[in-house]
Each structure stands twice: as C-alpha cells, then as structure tokens.
C-alpha cells in the first residue's frame, strides 16, 4: 500500500519555466489537497478537490494550476515560475473532510522540494 | 492577528522529561483541533485529534483543549529521542472545512 505518492522529490527550476508536481493516491479517496511549507511557517493551502472533476482555491492559488480526471491523481501546475514559489509542497488525501479525521486521517505525501532561481 | 499561534522553538529537553506544547487560537467557533507531528524530510501524520473542550489521551500522548482562553496543549510524557520532530496545531475553518495551521514547534530529544 503505497499511500500518497509525490513526484519528483527535489526539482531546481529557473525563473520563468513552468513544471507540473505529480500526485497520486491508492486508496480511494476523494478529497484531495495541495500544500505549501515555508521555513518556520505553517501549512498553506494552494488547491483542494472534493472528488474527480472539481477542484477548488485555496488560501494562496495565485501562480498554480490544477486539474483532476481521476479519483488517484491530482497534478499541480506552475506556470511561470517566480522565486516567491521556492518552497515545499505536499500533496494529501482523505477519504473525509476534516470534521471526521478522527476516524479517517488525511494522508500526506513526503513532499517535493522546489527551488526556483 | 494570525489565526493559530504557535511558539517555533526549538524546544530541548532531556529524554524522560514531560513535554508540553502549546498553540493559541483566535475564533472562539473554532470546534476541531488537531496535533500533527512531522519528521526531517517527511510530510505530517496526524498524532492527536479532539473535539470542543477537554483531554484526550493516547499512550504517552495527552491532547487538552480550553476553549474558554482559546488555548490547545499536547502533553508527552517519558520523553523518548524517537520523539524529536516538528509538531504543528491545526483547526478547522467551518465555513469551508480547511485546515488553518501553526507554524509548528521543534522539540529536540536529548539522550
């Protein structure tokens, strides 16, 4: 059960280069989520989907993209790449949405790291 | 105003000794909170999840909520050197049911 998948792990981008983050997911799940992780910040939301076909903003979207055809994969777009977007992303899922993770957890990725220079 | 606060540490203390982490919240509707607890180089897993006020225990692990001074805590106790990692608050947001996080905590385990 491999759980949530990311790739690639590291990737070194020039201003201006556009890249997509892959994700995928083997367990059914519907919701899935895009984050970013700054030095000594939290977690940002970029984008979220409620299930295959729709996608949603987050709390930072400005510079992403994403799409979702299937239930197992929910790629991230960056179009343009700008330093502003060095940072950590993890891809998650869950099978519910927060008010119930005590019973169904979200599941993260180990994260893809992105220089943009 | 930020709307989780949580102090980055780093936190050290030595292996054995009780643990305690807080965050502080700004929106009093606030239900769900959550402690995640996240490794070098890996992505978070959810440790502690609690509802409205109180205490919850699991193992060595004791979440606490006070809804009433807007404050979450996570207790470990008989610190071990396995437990070094970065621990973040997390709530819910109602309106749309996003995660709203702290910046996270490191706690360095000393042998």
């Known amino acids: 059960n491999a759980g949530v998948t990311q790739t690639p792990k590291f990737r070194i981008l020039k201003i201006g280069q556009s890249m997509t983050l892959q994700c995928t997911q083997d367990?059914?799940?519907?919701?899935m989520y895009w984050y970013r992780q700054d030095p000594g910040m939290g977690l940002k939301l970029i984008y979220y989907s409620v299930g295959a076909g729709i996608t949603d903003k987050g709390e930072v979207p400005n510079g992403y993209n994403v799409s979702r055809s299937t239930t197992e994969d929910f790629p991230l777009r960056l179009e343009l790449a700008a330093p502003s977007q060095t940072s950590v992303y993890f891809c998650?899922?869950?099978?519910?949405?927060?008010?119930?993770?005590?019973?169904?957890?979200?599941?993260f990725g180990d994260g893809t790291r992105l220089s943009i220079l | 105003q930020k709307e989780v606060e949580q102090d980055p540490g780093p936190l050290s203390v030595p292996e054995g000794a009780i643990v305690s982490l807080n965050c502080t919240y700004s929106?009093?509707?606030?239900?769900?909170f959550m402690w995640y607890r996240q490794y070098s180089r890996k992505g978070p897993e959810l440790l502690m999840y609690?509802?409205s006020s109180g205490n919850k225990e699991d193992g060595r692990f004791t979440a606490q909520v006070d809804k009433s001074s807007k404050y979450i805590s996570l207790f470990i106790r008989d610190s071990q050197p396995s437990d070094s990692a970065t621990y973040l608050c997390?709530?819910?947001?109602?309106?749309?049911?996003?995660?709203?996080w702290g910046a996270g905590t490191k706690l360095i385990i000393k042998p």
């Open positions: 998650a899922s869950s099978y519910s949405p927060p008010t119930d993770y005590s019973n169904q957890p979200q599941h």
């Open positions: 367990m059914n799940h519907n919701y």
């Open positions: 997390a709530t819910v947001r109602d309106s749309n049911y996003q995660l709203i």
């Open positions: 929106n009093s509707a606030f239900q769900y």
């Open positions: 609690t509802y």
